[in-house]
Structures are given as structure tokens and as C-alpha cells.
């Protein structure tokens, strides 16, 4: 098993406390392992810390793409890799499906299957390396670090039109918790989860049923705290024409930390699916705790990440991540 990034005793003590949570995990369930690669391919999970490492001193927001990847993979057939195919002359895959347009960081996962392939061929799974890889950039960015649950092997499909699956970000808080609870996740994994955004960035598109509301002649939703609505107004005019234009998730954006609860708690959550976690009296008190409390944030999300990661996958390895291998 790799070392681990995190270094304090408090890290440590993390650590120990997540390993625990996984085998517990584990144990309720299926052909996921904490020590599959051991012996076949050792260096597996100190090949893919590298491949993120390299990554994120060029870029940092590779974290960010990488993390919101992985949650795509594992919403849309669960976590078997199809989201990392390129469509074909045939059939059009989830990659380039409305919501995955704007995925990208996917040449991550690339250099770290062709520096695994060099290392130990055919034993490392794309759904694997991209659990691991999205738990790396946690790390890294200076959020939790969790023993990931190896041995989810590669689908052979992967459709565009199923990508509708993913929730959206007008979606309600009903909606939110109809996509979790169908996939066997709970309204803490909701809001532990969500608070993924605080690494990364939302184009206008995302956030512009919030600051032009037609029902308000034009205003901004009057849950927006004034001055922030201003901000983003003014990062995405009405006329805008810059494809890039948009706002980072939280203010802290290329940080993983407990930000994202407290901006939603001052008006400063960006999407409506932040928003949607004020409307209900449990996930309101999950915010506070969160916001109160980084350290039951890093706990909640690694454990939930763990049983997001555990969604049923695939059973092959691919050679290469874009392609299923040929029969
Ligand atoms: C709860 C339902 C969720 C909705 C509706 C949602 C929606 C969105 C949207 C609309 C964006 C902005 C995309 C853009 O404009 O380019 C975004 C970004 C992001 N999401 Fe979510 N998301 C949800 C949950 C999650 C979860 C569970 C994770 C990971 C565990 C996640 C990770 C991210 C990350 C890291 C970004 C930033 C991406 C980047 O900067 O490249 N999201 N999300």
C-alpha cells in the first residue's frame, strides 16, 4: 500500500479511524478488497500519487476534474470506468453527454494506465485508477486521505444519453435525494459529498438560473447574499460571450476544505443544489456540522466517498482507458 500523504498525528489518527471504516465496509459486502494489488502490482497506488503529483505542480485544477470524473463514473452504471471511453464511429459515449462536456484531466488517468501497464500489464483496472486517482487529489489538495477498496474491474458500455442520470444544478432537494437514495446513498452522503465543491469551478451556465431569475423581472434569487450575486453578475453579464466565464465553487477553490459549508450558510453557495441542502432540516444540520467542524467534514466525506466507490463496476482491465479491449 502507498504511504499516505497526510503527516500529522491527527492525520494519522484519521487514517487508522478510515481504515477501519473501510474493512467494516468491506466486509458487508462484495468482490472489493483493501490489499488486492500487493503482490501483483505493488507499486500500483505509488504510480498513480505520482501521476497526480506530476499533474497537479503543472495544473492544480486537474483535482478538481478528476474528482468530479470519478463521481460521474460511478452515477452512471456505477463505478466500472465508462466514463473514461471515447465515443465511436458507432455509438456516441457518456464522455461526450451534456454533463460531461466539461469533465476533462482524463490524460491523468492515461499517463497513469501507461505507467502501470509498463509496470505489472493487465492487472490494474481504469475504475480503479481513477478511485485512486480522485482520492489523491483530495489528499493533495490538503483534504483526507482513505485506504480505497481495490478490484472494480471496466464496463464494456458507456451511452451518452444515460448521462441525464446525473442530477443537475437545478435540481431540487427531492431530486437530490431520489438520485442518492436510488443508488443506495444516504442524505449524510449527500451533503458530505456535495461538499466536493469545495475544489473546482462552475461555468455561468451552471449558476445562471440564479443571478437572472425570471420570475424576480431579471434579479437575482434573493437567497444570494447581495454582494455575491453583484460578484457573479458581473463575472457572467447578460450578453456574456466567454466560454470560460463562470465563478470557483468555493472561495477557497483549489483548497479542499470545510469553506464550501460556511460560504452556503452566508448566502454564497453557488448552484441550486447547494442551495437545495438549506431547505431541509436534517441536511441544514449536516451543513452546520460541517461548517463547525472540518475534521467531521474530512471524516464524513472519505467514508462516503468509500461507499460511493463501492457502486457496482465492471469485471475487465483494460489495456487503454479510452477503449474496451477488442474480442
Ligand atoms: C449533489 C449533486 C451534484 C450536482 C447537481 C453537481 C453539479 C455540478 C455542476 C453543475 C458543476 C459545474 C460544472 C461546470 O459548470 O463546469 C460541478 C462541479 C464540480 N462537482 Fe459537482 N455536483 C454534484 C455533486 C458532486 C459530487 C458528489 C462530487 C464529487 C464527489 C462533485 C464534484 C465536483 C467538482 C470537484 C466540481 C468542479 C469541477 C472542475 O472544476 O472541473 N460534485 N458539479
Not at 483493501?34 to 492544480?60: F, G, H, I, K, W
Not at 479510452?322 to 474480442?327: E, G, L, Q
Request: charged residues 15%.
Amino acid at each position: 500500500m502507498a504511504a499516505p500523504l497526510a503527516a500529522s498525528a491527527e492525520a494519522a489518527l484519521l487514517l487508522l479511524v478510515l481504515s477501519v471504516l473501510a474493512a467494516v465496509a468491506l466486509r458487508c459486502g462484495d468482490a472489493l478488497s483493501l490489499d488486492l494489488y500487493d503482490e501483483s502490482c505493488p507499486e500500483a497506488e505509488a504510480a498513480v500519487t505520482v501521476a497526480v503529483r506530476q499533474a497537479m505542480a503543472n495544473d492544480r485544477t486537474v483535482a478538481a476534474g478528476l474528482l468530479r470524473m470519478h463521481f460521474h463514473d460511478c452515477f452512471v452504471r456505477g463505478c466500472d470506468g465508462s466514463v473514461l471511453l471515447d465515443s465511436t464511429a458507432n455509438v456516441t459515449a457518456e464522455k461526450d453527454g451534456p454533463p460531461n462536456v466539461s469533465l476533462h484531466a482524463f490524460y491523468v488517468i492515461d499517463n497513469a494506465k501507461r505507467a502501470l501497464e509498463a509496470l505489472c500489464p493487465g492487472v490494474v483496472s481504469c475504475a480503479d485508477i481513477l478511485a485512486l486517482a480522485a482520492r489523491d487529489a483530495v489528499a493533495l489538495s490538503g483534504g483526507p486521505w482513505w485506504v480505497v477498496a481495490v478490484g472494480g474491474g471496466t464496463g464494456r458500455l458507456s451511452l451518452a444519453n444515460e448521462t441525464t442520470a446525473l442530477p443537475g444544478p437545478t435540481a431540487s432537494f427531492d431530486q437530490l435525494k431520489q438520485a442518492f437514495h436510488g443508488r443506495g446513498l444516504s442524505t449524510k452522503d449527500l451533503v458530505a459529498l456535495s461538499g466536493a465543491h469545495t475544489l473546482g469551478f462552475a461555468h455561468c451556465s451552471s449558476f445562471q438560473n440564479r443571478i437572472r431569475v425570471p420570475a424576480f423581472q431579471g434579479a437575482a434569487d434573493p437567497s444570494l447574499s447581495p454582494s455575491f450575486a453583484a460578484a457573479l453578475r458581473r463575472a457572467c453579464p447578460a450578453n456574456n460571450t466567454v466560454r470560460a466565464a463562470g465563478s470557483g465553487l468555493d472561495a477557497t477553490s483549489a483548497a479542499f476544505d470545510n469553506t464550501y459549508y460556511r460560504m452556503l450558510q452566508a448566502g454564497r453557495g453557488l448552484l441550486s443544489s447547494d442551495e437545495a441542502l438549506l431547505t431541509h432540516p436534517k441536511t441544514r444540520a449536516f451543513v452546520a456540522l460541517y461548517a463547525a467542524s472540518q475534521e467531521a467534514f474530512f471524516r464524513a466525506f472519505a467514508k462516503s466517498m468509500l461507499r460511493m466507490a463501492a457502486l457496482n463496476g465492471g469485471d475487465e482491465v483494460r489495456a487503454n482507458c479510452r477503449r474496451v479491449n477488442s474480442s
